[in-house]
């Protein structure tokens, strides 16, 4: 039995565990799931029959050519080379000529050039995490004594440099750095990350009297909001075509009318899973919760748990709870609501299940909707997204896209009205 599309599955073969203290990390406590692990740390790493019954079945869960792993933690470094060099092994040995991916999300601070080799060799995608400048990266990211890690980090992303190795950086959008879009923003230029991913951090703490707490890490909403026009404002004037904005990129496809490539957007969700190091899956990373356990690898197949019923009524609540608020908004088409794990506020008329982030995607999505129909209407018309540079100077509005009326011809020269056009 195979599943006809592909789907995600994030692996934690260390699960929590990690070598740092960040402050606004929901995973360390993840530990509290499995009490009889934390006497002995070596009770976390994912056993041998684990991980080879997890990579058997996630390559022969479809007939893709390719099959993709994502390796994550926690920090999965605390393993060793060997154990990741045992990984690619089994993949190898089960692979029956597809093309295996691999990707891996580390803090840099373990790296080495044995594990630089080890990646350059099997061609392994690196996504660095990574906030900003020293001192807004240090706000939070510290090791277990309260030191600061922005050194560790950066030698560890000279060492991906130095071996060529390919890399994404993931910045966490805290309530400090939020503060500060073009310093993150150019510093990540700087350092050589040409694919940017920027992720909000909401924590919510506790809920009294209808109104939902969050820690005072958290991104204020229409902050957040601000934090990505303003880096999109350099971008769509300069850098379109040479960086990559992951929320930039998922956003063109909505505007191009396709399924969004991020779980985060898409009308319904549930096929992005979270392997624990025992085996244990779950519904989702962000809800890695006894609740949505769907069993273990061991015990049931990988296409059972993500085709059984609890699986699918978890993908389909994100779009059968969403608030009526929600499903009149003109920016629904993009955002559908974003992640269910933010959706914890009220709307404006006292319905229940808004997104704590609303107010600022509102804001973004509303703010580049120009840009964005004219990157799509280049796109269907064969031509380069990165025209959008040039149609902005040209319009003599540098940091304000010209509004086009829903009745104003076209921009894309197809003669049709604009509502008729690459609007539609």
Request: some cysteine; aromatic content about 12%.
């Amino acid at each position: 039995m195979s599943y006809p599309a592909p789907f995600h599955v994030m692996a934690k073969p260390i699960g929590p565990i990690c070598n740092i203290d960040c402050k606004y990390c929901f995973y360390l406590e993840k530990e509290n799931l499995y009490p009889e692990n934390q006497l002995e740390k070596n009770n976390w790493v994912m056993p041998d029959d684990v991980l080879e019954e997890y990579i058997k079945q996630k390559i022969e869960s479809t007939d893709l050519e390719e099959e993709s792993f994502t390796w994550q933690g926690g920090e999965p470094t605390l393993l060793d080379v060997e154990y990741f060099k045992k990984a690619v092994n089994l993949q190898r040995k089960y692979a029956n000529g597809k093309k295996i991916n691999n990707s891996f999300q580390t803090n840099g601070i373990l790296l080495d050039n044995e594990w630089c080799k080890f990646f350059k060799d099997n061609s392994f995608l690196i996504g660095l995490s990574i906030d900003g400048p020293r001192e807004l990266h240090d706000r939070y990211r510290v090791d277990k004594g309260g030191r600061p890690t922005f050194d560790r980090v950066m030698h560890g992303l000279s060492l991906l440099k130095k071996h060529n190795i390919d890399f994404n950086t993931l910045t966490v959008v805290q309530k400090d750095n939020s503060y500060y879009p073009i310093e993150v923003y150019n510093f990540l230029k700087e350092i050589g990350s040409g694919y940017m991913q920027f992720i909000p951090i909401v924590e919510r703490v506790t809920r009294v009297n209808d109104n939902s707490i969050v820690s005072q890490s958290s991104v204020e909403s229409e902050q957040f909001g601000n934090f990505l026009i303003e880096i999109f404002k350099q971008w769509v004037l300069k850098d379109v075509g040479k960086y990559f904005v992951q929320i930039f990129d998922v956003s063109l496809e909505a505007w191009l009318g396709l399924q969004a490539s991020l779980c985060l957007f898409n009308e319904t969700c549930g096929k992005a899973m979270a392997i624990e190091h025992n085996g244990d899956l779950y519904s989702c990373d962000h809800f890695v919760f006894l609740e949505n356990k769907l069993g273990n690898i061991m015990e049931n197949p990988l296409i059972k748990m993500l085709e059984s019923e609890q699986q699918n009524k978890f993908g389909n609540d994100k779009k059968n709870t969403l608030p009526v608020y929600c499903k009149n908004c003109e920016v629904k088409f993009v955002c559908n609501g974003e992640c269910p794990k933010n959706r914890f506020i009220n709307t404006p008329d006292g319905e229940f299940g808004l997104n704590y982030l609303c107010a600022g995607y509102k804001k973004f999505f509303n703010y580049i909707d120009p840009c964005m129909n004219f990157m799509a209407g280049e796109l269907k018309a064969n031509r380069p997204p990165a025209n959008v540079m040039r149609w902005i100077k040209e319009n003599e509005r540098k940091m304000q896209p010209v509004k086009i009326r829903r009745n104003d011809p076209c921009f894309c020269g197809s003669g049709k009205k604009y509502k008729n056009c690459c609007r539609g």
